[in-house]
C-alpha cells in the first residue's frame, strides 16, 4: 500500500516537472515587453541617448523581433584603426603669466610660456667620517669609515651600509657618491680623534 501511494506521489512530481517542456512558454512570458532601464553611469558617453537598454529575459524562446532590431544595429566606431599604430594628438595649453611677450596678429600680446625644467634636490650631506687606512703589503688601499656606533673597512669601488660607493681614496681625503641620489661625489676629510 505504501508504495502504491509513493508510486502516483512519484508520478505527479515527475508530471509537474515535465509537462511545461512540451506546452512551451506561458503567455504573459511572451507578450510582455523588456522593461527599458536607465543608462548605466559607468556605460560609454559615445553611447547615443536615443538608445533603452534592456533588462536580460530568462525566457528561453527564440524572439525574432528582437533579432531584427539588432540586425538593424549599425556599428559607429571613433573612426580610428585599431590596426594601425598611431600616436594620441597633444595638445599644448599655453600658460598665461610671467614669460616672453610676443606681438600676434592685429597687434595683440600673447604670452608664450618659457619651460624650464625642473631641478634635481640637493644630495644630503654623506654621513660617513673618514679616520684613517687599513694598509696592508701587497693589497689595494682601504679605508675606515665610521657611521654613528658601525665602523666599516672599504676600498675603491666597495660600497660602504648599502648607499655610499667609495670612488676615490687619497692621502687626505676620499671621494665618496651616494648611490641613492645621483650627482658628483663628495670629498670627505680626513678627521682626527
Do not use: C
Request: hydrophobic share 40%; no cysteine.
Amino acid at each position: 500500500m505504501w508504495a502504491a501511494v509513493l508510486g502516483v506521489v512519484a508520478l505527479l512530481a515527475i508530471g509537474y516537472e515535465v509537462i511545461p517542456f512540451f506546452t512551451g512558454p506561458s503567455t504573459s512570458a511572451a507578450s510582455a515587453d523588456p522593461i527599458p532601464l536607465a543608462p548605466h553611469p559607468a556605460a560609454r558617453t559615445g553611447t547615443k541617448a536615443g538608445k533603452k537598454h534592456m533588462v536580460e529575459n530568462l525566457d528561453p524562446t527564440l524572439r525574432l523581433d528582437l533579432l531584427a532590431s539588432s540586425e538593424k544595429t549599425m556599428y559607429e566606431g571613433s573612426g580610428r584603426n585599431i590596426f594601425v599604430s598611431q600616436a594620441e594628438e597633444v595638445t599644448i595649453p599655453t600658460a598665461k603669466g610671467t614669460g616672453a611677450t610676443d606681438h600676434g596678429k592685429n597687434g595683440e600680446t600673447e604670452v608664450a610660456h618659457i619651460y624650464t625644467p625642473p631641478t634635481n634636490p640637493a644630495a644630503p650631506a654623506i654621513p660617513l667620517k673618514f679616520y684613517g687606512f687599513a694598509n696592508s703589503a701587497g693589497e689595494p688601499k682601504k679605508i675606515f669609515l665610521k657611521l654613528n656606533d658601525d665602523v666599516f673597512v672599504a676600498g675603491e669601488g666597495e660600497i660602504v651600509d648599502r648607499r655610499y660607493k667609495v670612488v676615490h681614496i687619497t692621502p687626505t681625503a676620499v671621494f665618496i657618491q651616494d648611490m641613492v641620489y645621483s650627482g658628483p661625489p663628495q670629498n670627505i676629510p680626513l678627521t682626527q680623534g
